[in-house]
């Protein structure tokens, strides 16, 4: 059994490792840490685990294979510094502070895109776990990046779920405010943009995800990467709040001068994730609940005014945060990689 | 023209009375008090009122010829307590400070529900505004308590709006928590059992409203009152969360030993809202929305069991807070009870 | 495995019969039935199970070990009437056809609440599913029933979300008057009432379910029994439509005289549930998400007013129907009573 | 006052019509046209009306100074040709049967885009009301027009509510289906963009709206005109279904390589709007809710990455369709453009 503590376990990305965990065959959870919290039962907290869980909150672990960190924007790398890890204790992190910037001491982050880099993550002991945008958007624009068919600019627009905003209340996630509402923010700003850019050009340097692929090529390409010589182009991103607690809804299109014809562009898409057990091409338009609560992401895709139209939905808290972690964990110690998330989905 | 100030202007029910007062052809708004927002334009706040009103937040008022107490509750006493006004002011307070101990100093305040105590809010200088839940509970059995008719128990269950609790962020106003959610709170036990136990033995003395009323009994019964001698049943109440923002739906029964026919029950409550322009009796079942964004009441009255069963809807802010608060001011200064109070519902 | 075969394929509770046993370790579908879409990929019609299933709907059966009916009311006795099914295959209707009048042909049918009758429908051939209503308010007056303690008449409200109306489109579930609307239906005349009073008097002529039970008198007094000489109290029910997708929330009261104290009264719960992997006592109280997508009950008792008062909350769809379904299943083919149904909740 | 016929009067739009023209001070409620419904209450199907009016469904007009048509797309040219309108009766098309043919027979329809075709509709018999996603989209692109700035082509997603499909249920409105989903429909291939295009070229010829404008060269422009000069740019527009009833959000972006600063393209958009009551340019960002239930419209306006950006708001029903109908009347009518139409917003 792979000994897991979970770090920062009050918050939404932690209740849902735990409901993940808590039903995986190989998994044991050794702690789950809040500093604020311990003493108390988890399942108080995240008050549906009634019934499932006796585990009660601590504010230390002991000496678990692998530790989840689900901490807010920046307090990962604090997290490493004031704690020593043992050095065989594997990390992934939730947060964003190793996705651009890999290196913490003797610690080399892997960007846990799973589709894109399944075999770095196999044998990586630090995962930088994708942000749900991110995930969202790159899995739309992988198989164009890798097969040097991203040349023109990327115009986005995506739509999140309040649990995308986390558990702390404040005016854009009161309810009043948001039932039936919706906003933009961040416009052609959002965080996510420096990991979609930097990952689009890893895919383009790694190419079809078919091709025998030298590992260290594609470390340097993913992480600390020779990107230079790739001429990206500007991802135009528009992030929207909806009016509903768990998915996101990616809309996008680019220039699409292929060559190819469109049935070839679609089959291209559906051989790119033919390695991938959890992201499916769909014939037909896509809405978002089929996705929600699973870890699957589907795609649709389209061509109009000279543009390939890319429709793609993930769950943001599965397969955009602690399914792709869990995702993750299964790669890097052997596991099949769907082991555990095979989930049923909630559909309405 | 009524000069109108407003205390406590950043919240949900100063927002509405905004709504409504600018619209009000008998109004001109002289102050909207924040002690918090002062300087700030009120449709910064209020985003709505984007280019309807040039109005700022202020902390001090003028000459009003009616204020507005838009406070928590617990805050309208210190608030008179604080400021000297002149006694020609009249008050409405949207808080619950006057509703169950109606006297401060020279002020005494009528239970402002315009169905009940009409003729009363015509000659008074300070109204306490009912509570939500009260209104559209106290809708339902006025006329049975004024007939006499209310002589056992009552069995209630109303879920609310989300605007009910408030604009202050908390765990069960958090849309992530509230969507798609439904939860019971305080059951019975809710602060508003006074005022519609206190109402109820009120109605019970003054007797159906078509009836000539002593004006100095039904101040005596209203506030102060001689309920002793009725013996009123218990409420049992059972109040709902729901993941909606505006209405209150009542559903609530009693027995019913009538000796008159269920016609003439159902014409005894339409006869006895006859004389309100606001309440209505539905001969088919209704459904939230028909209300949501009016100042009406709608209700509807069926048979089962031995029990006269009838629900009642309003809107929390309007008819269950501000909407009335105008009906009361109309009231006061001699005006049509509906004036500025025919809004367009929002259907859907 | 189990061979199963189901009718009805296209509705909601197909769909999430699909959803679970597409993942159940002991389950192979044979086929999935029905007369409109046969030839239909599954997947198409239950988009979510994209990249799950290769299942085609189908308009005959081979040789199912156990059949799952999903189909409208009234429909489950003409198809057994139309279908000449071998002897051994069990049936699982999840209508309401067999629930009150459990005997067709040769086919005896165990109400299959499996709180109440475990042991039954472990040995039997044919259950009829219990209605979701009625499992949701059963489930809370199910320990009261059995102790004797239920003398006086019940009080219940249960709010109900969209999918319990099924998939046909209709004036109630469009969604431009369903979402932030609340209305009260078949108030005091809903067809499970029947079901709820004829399980009642089951559960208090078997009495604890710790004591040693006679299954003949049980058969007895779930399906054709002797009721009779059992006095048992009114049930007053309002049903409510919701405006969510998913669960049922029951709050009911009744008269409490008991001479155990409250905590006994709650421990008795908790006793009466300890064989049941599904259903927990909540010393907080609940709220419906924190069952939605799982197969689990959650109860919540309090005191008030000389009344005991029970929260009880269910997804519908699954402990309300298909999830039950299985459960059911799981008990009359030997297998753990939980396999495949420890469900990941969705939560929020 | 002036004596309306509402013809298709179950509908959505007629609904809102019913709500705005009940309160309008000039209007008299002549006829309620519906041909399935003749005989019925009209607050029998527009439950939300009970109290406020006794009109009754009927099957024929009697003198209608003004007739609105609120018949499903295609139906309107079939009703003209189906009865002898007398021609001094105006007519309000809100289908889209003449918003891009816009002659039959002797009677010539304005586009009734009231912000750029104000003079002319002040003085035309006919109007063809503007689609919901048109209002908002051309309303954020009107100004560009104008100035001769939209030179580049036009990104543009738009989320709309659920009362813009109409009131038929089908599988996108079913409320299992529609709530907490998002999905893209008829991606840059939607019917509205006809006029779209239409509208900005007419908008180009035109120019900014306080100069002098020859009047005959906007008819020209408008309907039948000589667009062929003018060298539209490409709308790319993807529609999105949202999961809430009232509303539309549009956000678009087009390259901006203006030679005037942010600052005065901002002011520029404030000038163009000036002489319009119901369109403001807000200086933060906006939300859906600020303008939902009122005929207004909100933009603001942004730059990043050489775009200019633009997000767009209105009421679907309202500024979308029957309010700005209504403002059409009142200015076919002579009457202030925003009578009848100081809507208060529901804001939550």
Redo the contacts between chains.
Sequence with gaps: MIKVSIVGGTG?TA??LL??LL?HPNVHIESVISSTSAGTPVA?M???L??ETDLVFTDRFHQPDVIFLCLGHGLSRSFLQENDLPATCRVIDLGNDFRNEPVFGDREFVFGLCELNREQIRSCHNVANPGCFATSILLGLLPLAAHSLLRDEV?V?A?T???G?G?R???T?????????????K???HQHLEEIRRTLASAASIGPATKKVNPENVLNAGNSGNQASIDLP?I?F?P?R??????I?A?L?TRWNGTMSETEAIQLFKSYYEPSP?V?V?D???????????N?A?LHV?F??G?I?I?SIIDN?LKGASGQAVQNMNLMFGLDEATGL???????
């Design positions: 939404y209740g849902e409901r993940i039903r108080e995240h008050r549906d009634m019934g115009h627009h739509i779920g309040s649990t905003a558990k209340p404040g005016e996630t009161h309810f009043s405010y948001r039932d039936g509402n919706i906003s933009v923010y416009a052609f700003t500007v135009n528009v929207m909806g009016d509903f607690t768990r998915g809804f809309s299109y959890f499916f769909s037909q338009p896509i809405s978002l609940k089929e996705v929600v609560n699973t699957k589907l389209g109009h005014n543009y139209h429709t808290l095979q989930l049923k989905g909630s559909a309405f």
